[in-house]
């Protein structure tokens, strides 16, 4: 059985930002199978890319990271465009990658799967039905939500949502997609929402501005730890989901352990590309920024 078995396409990313502009693989698969690399976890990524862009894997697989692959016809190829405020992005979608199918997982078990969905039709309801049970899931909701209209990322409504839902442990959403989930401005009754319809831990982020978890009735509430200089906020909430999954699957409560996701993912905005950093580096600058926060 692995720890966490993470289900998402890598894609071509092409990141601008005010400072530069970067060609380079992307998505949940690639930033969140990066950042567990890092940790000490037994770990499976199930993906989909066109063979023209293999070399991807090989690179994960050099890292030591045990890849499954779905040979697709094409990569998924997105456009980001960043604002000053990296709060900010656009998006265009260039090509689209095959959906992933439950045969796919039929003989997975793990404790944790994370499903990162990058857009509607990736993961279909049936997938998460032939998963449940086998382990518990986390969803990155992001995808459900995005329908591609003339090569732009548009908001899309997700009629499975509570069909789906109730099979979901941890949900992680930011605050424009708890909004166009649930439908509702008030972030905690979006929260309390989610956790009717079957949500375990409902972990919603707010870049800059930290980020909040609903679970069991309370509301934890963790602020952003931000290092001096923000390069790249591409795949940071890929990054604070692989922190925090990393911690709950060790058996750590959710405070501590989405403090340790903040203090990742902010690390990993200081540098481009995905976190390369180590376990000790992050609680390091943990250690560093909370006693800044308490001077």
Not at 139 to 167: C, F, H, S
Request: proline share 3%; net charge negative; aromatic share 10%.
């Amino acid at each position: 059985m692995y720890d966490i078995c993470c289900v998402g396409h890598i894609t071509s990313d092409r990141v601008i930002n005010a400072h530069t502009v970067m060609d380079m693989p992307g998505g949940t698969a690639l930033y969140f199978s990066s950042a567990v690399s890092r940790l000490k976890l037994n770990y499976l990524l199930i993906t989909g890319l066109a063979e023209t862009e293999m070399r991807y894997v090989t690179t994960l697989r050099d890292k030591g990271i045990r890849v499954q692959v779905q040979p697709s016809a094409h990569t998924v190829y997105f456009e980001n465009i960043y604002a000053e405020n990296q709060d900010h992005r656009t998006q265009n979608v260039l090509q689209k990658a095959d959906p992933f199918t439950p045969d796919q997982v039929q003989d997975v078990t793990a404790k944790i799967f994370h499903l990162g969905p990058l857009l509607a039709d990736d993961i279909s309801l049936q997938f998460i039905q032939s998963i449940a049970g086998r382990g518990r899931i986390s969803l990155d909701v992001q995808g459900y939500l995005r329908a591609v209209e003339n090569r732009k990322v548009i908001t899309a409504y997700w009629p499975d949502k509570q069909e789906a839902l109730q099979y979901v442990d941890i949900l992680k959403a930011d605050i424009a997609e708890l909004q166009a989930l649930t439908l509702c401005d008030d972030v905690a009754t979006g929260a309390r929402i989610l956790a009717h319809w079957g949500v375990k831990e409902v972990v919603i982020t707010d870049g800059s501005q930290g980020s909040l978890i609903y679970s069991g009735g309370l509301f934890y509430t963790i602020p952003a730890y931000t290092p001096a200089s923000v390069i790249d906020a591409t795949g940071c909430g890929d990054t604070y989901m692989a922190g925090y999954l990393y911690k709950r699957v060790k058996g750590i409560g959710i405070q501590k352990a989405a403090e340790f996701a903040a203090a990742m993912s902010g690390l990993k905005t200081a540098t481009p590309g995905p976190f390369t950093g180590t376990e000790e580096e992050v609680n390091l600058f943990l250690s560093t920024q909370k006693w800044l926060m308490n001077k």
